[in-house]
């Protein structure tokens, strides 16, 4: 297609951590780029933008995905659940406070889509195993931490979450 | 990245979207999970006028069994197929099911566009021509049935004509004493296999009874290895006829030199993994319970 020609934009409806937003967009734009520069939500980062680092992954209709090879129209009428979304009232998520607390990060970019992987596993699985947590994380990809401390982190907070913590 | 400009259509059933792709005309793609086709977009590999999102199209994802045979929607994703007490009876599928890259991609690609795309690397191609599985599709010139072993001619060209949909696939239930593995090797999670390999064997006592073996990543389409199977079938399975197997495995294989290693290194690879599919299904054929799954390097 000649990119001259203008190409008509798709209204879409997307509530995102618990708050609905409407906008058009043109169809190429993907869900990443709706979240950091429609929304300015940029806790959710572009790593690789080939569907390999996991940097991008948020939650749609509590599936994580990878947000850079999802189009905003196919998020249409969807709940995204981002990283923005994981702290209450001013109140840290448990997985923040683990992260934090047992340097599950160092650089910090692979952070937000790690904690979006580990939120979808610990919603299934609130006692996930070892083999468990290394299986939800299999799609994130760190450069720093060595994983061991990610693990950690996610251990530590599924306790938490138990209320065995 | 972004792919270059393009026009975006809903469809709401199965007839809308062979209208639509049809009266777009050659510049129309079905889009899917996009797992496939907006990496290839974004790497600006290709173009498109216009995508028409199948995605939503209701009564297309669902799976069913029964004593006769299984049925698998087109828009049924890799983790819902993982997820399903499909993927408990017949561990075949769980196997390739849990193997496909992460669980990001398995929340979006479907089994449909993993058959459409023509992909060498993709595992259900595999894994369907391993359970002689066929296809069926929707098209302008009506419904049509077909095996999916040669549905993949060539590097990404399949036997789709335009406006054609695949609808869903089915296979017979396997007979009782049969049992099948799927078994991939790869370099990590988010990788297509450097090779993977289906078995389903049968046996009677010791000696296979029947067995179906098909490489994947290992040629420019699925391989249907029945030279492999011949050295296996009505003979007892020692470690002797399972190395005659794997060499003959080898030797129907054509696999490329290229990022994931060179030639020499992916015939080893698939001498291992022929000898562990037969193995693993061997075992299962017993009644044990064997979890596999992708091993990375
Ligand atoms: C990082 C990464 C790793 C991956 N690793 C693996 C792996 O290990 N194993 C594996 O098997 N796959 C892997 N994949 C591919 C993945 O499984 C895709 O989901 C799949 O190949 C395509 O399915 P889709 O629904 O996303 O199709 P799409 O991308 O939407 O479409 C792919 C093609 O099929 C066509 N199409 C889609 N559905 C239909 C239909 N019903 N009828 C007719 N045409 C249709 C489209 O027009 C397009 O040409 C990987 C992908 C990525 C990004
Ligand atoms: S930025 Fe999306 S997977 Fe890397
Ligand atoms: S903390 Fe730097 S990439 Fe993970």
């Known amino acids: 297609m000649s990119t001259t020609e203008t190409i008509d934009l798709v209204p879409i409806e997307v509530t995102v951590n618990g708050q609905l937003y409407r906008r058009e967009v043109e169809p190429r734009l993907l869900l990443v780029q709706f979240l950091r520069e429609e929304l300015r939500l940029t806790g959710t980062h572009i790593g690789c933008d080939t569907t390999y680092c996991g940097a991008c992954t948020v939650q749609l209709n509590g599936a994580p995905i990878k947000s850079c090879t999802v189009l905003a129209v196919q998020a249409d009428g969807g709940e995204i659940l981002s990283v923005e979304g994981l702290a209450k009232d001013g109140e840290l998520h448990a997985l923040q406070k683990a992260f934090s607390e047992h340097h599950g990060l160092q650089c910090g970019y692979c952070t937000p889509g790690m904690m979006m992987s580990a939120h979808a596993l610990l919603a299934a699985n609130p006692d996930p195993s070892a083999k468990d947590i290394r299986k939800a994380i299999q799609g994130n990809l760190c450069r720093c931490t060595g994983y061991q401390n990610i693990f950690k982190a996610i251990e530590a907070a599924a306790a938490e979450l138990r209320g065995d913590g | 990245m972004y792919p270059a400009p393009f026009r975006y259509h809903r469809a709401a059933s199965i007839e809308a979207a062979i209208r639509q792709l049809s009266e777009l005309g050659e510049g129309a793609r079905a889009l899917a999970g996009g797992q496939s086709l907006l990496v290839w977009l974004k790497m600006r590999f290709g173009e498109v006028s216009d995508l028409v999102d199948i995605g939503r199209i209701p009564g297309l994802d669902a799976i069913t069994q029964d004593a006769a045979g299984v049925r698998i929607g087109a828009l049924a994703t890799h983790a819902r197929i993982a997820r399903s007490p499909l993927a408990k009876l017949l561990p075949i599928v769980g196997d390739c099911a849990n193997g496909i890259a992460d669980n990001q991609v398995r929340s979006r690609g479907t089994i449909g566009g993993s058959l459409a795309s023509g992909d060498p690397s993709c595992d259900w191609p595999v894994l369907l021509t391993t359970l002689d599985a066929n296809l069926h599709t929707q098209g302008p010139g009506g419904a049509r049935d077909l095996p999916v072993d040669g549905f993949v001619e060539d590097l990404y060209v399949t036997k789709l004509k335009p406006?054609?949909?695949?609808?869903?696939?089915?296979?017979?239930?396997?007979?009782?004493?049969?049992?099948?593995?799927?078994?991939?090797?790869?370099?990590?999670?988010?990788?297509?296999?450097?090779?993977?390999?289906?078995?389903?064997?049968?046996?009677?006592?010791?000696?296979?009874?029947?067995?179906?073996?098909?490489?994947?990543?290992?040629?420019?389409?699925?391989?249907?290895?029945?030279?492999?199977?011949?050295?296996?079938?009505g003979k007892t399975l020692t470690p002797a006829t399972l190395a005659r197997a794997a060499d003959a495995a080898v030797a129907a294989s054509d696999p490329v030199d290229d990022q994931r290693g060179p030639i020499a290194f992916k015939q080893s690879i698939i001498k291992v993994l022929v000898r562990r599919g037969i193995e693993t299904a061997k075992r299962r054929c017993h009644g044990e319970t064997v979890e596999v799954s992708h091993e990375y390097y």
């Open chain 2, 163 to 233: 406006g054609e949909l695949i609808t869903g696939i089915s296979f017979a239930m396997p007979v009782k004493g049969s049992a099948g593995a799927y078994v991939g090797f790869k370099r990590c999670a988010p990788a297509y296999p450097t090779i993977s390999v289906g078995v389903q064997l049968s046996l009677k006592g010791e000696q296979c009874e029947d067995v179906r073996i098909a490489l994947g990543s290992a040629g420019l389409t699925t391989i249907h290895a029945r030279a492999a199977e011949a050295e296996l079938k």
